[in-house]
């Protein structure tokens, strides 16, 4: 199919008007629809990139994907070329033939808009979509994702190539849901002249003034003031630069990922109105990342990611992290089955699947079918290996298959209704982490703002505790019974104000050290600190001191050992100290509970380290009516799924778990009494006991 000159403008300016009215409605979150993945369906399948296959041995891998029980597959990505081979030059016959074959086995389709990689003809036509390095060096499309996305070429084309994708399927039997560029997010920044001038609009947007852009920027120090918006230079990535112009560097390159995304959103909801969006995002990624949890409701109608976990407590974070508070499963994209330089262990991916489950999955698509020959992820092994021959991993996704299909039927997947909730915000990690070498926030905030975040979910996901992560400035805190702010530096108005408004409602705010420091520019606040709050928490902290041994001090008559030697010297004023450290100069305290409105407002003087935290979040539990979830030993892992338990041993270890009766798994067929007995990385569902047997 091939757009002449005015069907091409035509569909611009129809995607422009759709856009527009888009954004105007946007921002709830997307409703569970009939007509999209539901309650009782779980899948398990693969992602597969067709480019590298013959026709011949493509029918012979759906064969494979038939026999192993898979009932997804994603395709499409980084494929760009494929469908398009020269512009305006649509091809879609091949593709055709294996949509057709996908559905005629029962296999269903998310299919990748691969708006990422920009096609090398793509580049030549539009050498604006060519990256330029910090010292002015224009950098070839050598890797992937070395696209300059904020030019608007490459906005043009990606939206042209993404509705004659959407229109061309928008029927097709086999179709589950639409992905957008595969990890958007890690993804470059650029420095061309033509990107000074969009970020000098963003600005402008932003500030409107230059005088009000110097005080957002503190331009005053270092004699750095700006006369005019023609003053301004793109902030270096890499290298020095005040991080106040670092913040909105990276806020900036978010807006422009987002509003990528949010394009393509609007050609799906035109075209594809009744098909989700279940996109393999990125926005951690270190080289760029966006604002996810501030912006997702735009764009996405399930939180999806690519899971590759270097340990149980860590992959959760990341995957319950893409969920935010949206009332959707949660799917894997990509879902780990080895890895780069690894092979693989047997039990290993069928253990995590479980994992999943028990966060709220629904699905899993391992990565990748075939290994590939070339290219850089050519040592990254799939389930066949480069001769083609189903390796070992095939029967261990077959399983899970298996075992998923049965496990529908018993109340999966999950949907979660999370007691707390934990503030994750962008600009903190960001302010946080300023470009160096010469900004002294590196020296003054350590652990990493993620460390210090993670640090609050792991007690909560080992007590078995559902928990949402959110951005607290954007999503509504009233489902929670309680809300934890650990090391949230950034503390902009809504942010306080949800917090203000939360706890004078009769919510529970628990909050840590490093807390708003700096307001929405990243500077210092001028009042008491905790800024913006202060009164709220009934207190102030300016002061901080290291000490030579770990911090202690007691919960619950209960020594915590703490392991960390940094602490915030609390002021109360209308606070009460729960707790004081045991060997601080004056005992100063360690723990505040501050009465505000009708809530309550909790200071830990410490960072936010699972094993402070975990002790402090347990002395409320009871208090809050905080349900904790079922008891198991460290590297067990479990949740009620309709009245049966699910148990997910991700230990090296055999590990026993006390139950009352006695009763038999559903996955093991074994029978318990008075134990569940799991052997390493085992899982079982297990029903509601009988009496015990004498």
Not at 92 to 104: A, G, P, R, V
Not at 565 to 577: D, I, K, N, Q
Not at 607 to 632: M, Q
């Amino acid at each position: 199919m091939k757009l002449s000159s005015s069907a091409r403008y035509t569909v611009q300016v129809f995607f422009l008007s759709a856009l527009v009215s888009s954004v105007l409605t946007i921002a709830q979150t997307p409703p569970q629809r009939h007509d999209w993945p539901s309650p009782g369906q779980l899948f398990v399948g693969t992602c597969y990139q067709p480019v590298d296959r013959t026709p011949e041995q493509i029918h012979k891998d759906i064969a494979i994907m038939k026999r192993a029980g898979f009932n997804v597959v994603r395709i499409g990505d980084l494929s760009w070329d494929s469908f398009e081979p020269s512009k305006g030059k649509f091809e879609f016959d091949w593709f055709d033939k294996i949509m057709d074959e996908m559905h005629t086995n029962g296999i269903r389709v998310i299919l990748d808009i691969p708006g990422l990689p920009a096609p090398i003809w793509l580049h030549r036509a539009y050498p604006g979509v060519d990256l330029v390095s910090q010292n002015g060096t224009r950098l070839p499309p050598a890797e992937r994702y070395m696209d300059d996305i904020s030019d608007p070429d490459y906005a043009r084309e990606a939206s042209i190539l993404a509705d004659a994708i959407t229109t061309r399927y928008a029927h097709h039997p086999a179709v589950i849901a639409i992905g957008y560029d595969n990890e958007i997010g890690n993804g470059f920044m650029s420095y061309s002249e033509a990107d000074r001038q969009r970020f000098i609009a963003w600005l402008k947007k932003k500030y409107g003034t230059i005088d009000a852009l110097n005080r957002a920027w503190a331009t005053q120090r270092w004699s750095r003031r700006l006369n005019s918006f023609d003053d301004v230079d793109l902030p270096l990535r890499e290298g020095p630069g005040p991080p106040e112009r670092y913040l909105d560097l990276q806020r900036y390159w978010s807006d422009v990922t987002v509003a990528r995304l949010q394009e393509l959103d609007a050609i799906r909801r035109r075209n594809m109105p009744n098909i989700p969006a279940i996109s393999n995002l990125w926005d951690t990624a270190s080289r760029k990342g966006f604002d996810y949890l501030g912006t997702y409701k735009t764009y996405v109608s399930y939180g999806a990611e690519g899971f590759y976990p270097g340990d149980p407590i860590g992959g959760a974070f990341g995957a319950i992290m893409t969920k935010g508070d949206l009332p959707t499963p949660i799917w894997f994209n990509e879902f780990t089955a080895g890895g780069p330089g690894y092979y693989g262990t047997p039990g290993r991916s069928r253990m995590y699947a479980y994992l999943g489950l028990i966060m709220g999955a629904q699905g899993v698509l391992a990565w990748t079918f075939n290994s590939h020959q070339g290219g850089e992820e050519q040592a990254l092994f799939g389930l066949l290996d480069h001769d083609n021959t189903p390796s070992w991993k095939v029967d261990e996704f077959a399983l899970i298959a298996t075992e998923f299909k049965e496990l529908a039927g018993y109340g999966l997947p999950r949907y979660t209704h999370p007691q707390v909730a934990i503030a994750y915000s962008f600009d903190s990690s960001i302010a946080s982490s300023p470009n160096g070498p010469s900004n002294t926030t590196l020296a003054y905030f350590k652990p990493a703002y993620a460390e210090q975040v993670r640090g609050a979910f792991e007690p909560l996901f080992r007590a078995n505790i559902d928990t949402a992560i959110i951005n607290i400035g954007h999503d509504s805190l009233t489902p929670y019974k309680l809300v934890i702010v650990p090391a949230d530096y950034v503390m902009d108005p809504a942010s306080a104000k949800a917090i203000r408004d939360y706890v004078q409602a009769g919510g529970t705010v628990v909050m840590t050290a490093f807390s708003a420091k700096v307001d929405e520019h990243g500077q210092w606040f001028d009042s008491p600190l905790p800024g913006r709050l202060n009164d709220v928490f009934g207190l102030k902290t300016n002061a901080f001191y290291n000490v030579d041994q770990p911090l202690t001090f007691e919960v619950d008559g209960q020594s915590i050992g703490s392991e960390v030697y940094r602490y915030e010297v609390l002021e109360p004023s209308t606070a009460t100290v729960l707790s004081r450290f045991s060997n601080t100069p004056d005992r100063t305290p360690a723990l505040t509970v501050n009465r505000f409105g009708k809530g309550t407002a909790i200071y830990l003087a410490t960072e936010s380290k699972a094993s402070v935290i975990g002790p402090v979040l347990e002395h409320f539990y009871g208090s809050l009516g905080i349900e904790l979830g079922p008891r198991t030993p460290a590297g067990v892992y479990a949740k009620v799924v309709d009245g049966r338990t699910l148990y997910v041993n991700t230990s090296t270890q055999d590990q026993s778990i006390s139950i009352e009766g006695s009763t038999q798994g559903i996955i093991t067929h074994r029978d318990y009494n008075g134990f569940v007995n799991l052997k390493p990385e085992e899982v079982d569902l297990v029903p509601a006991t009988h009496p015990a047997t004498r």
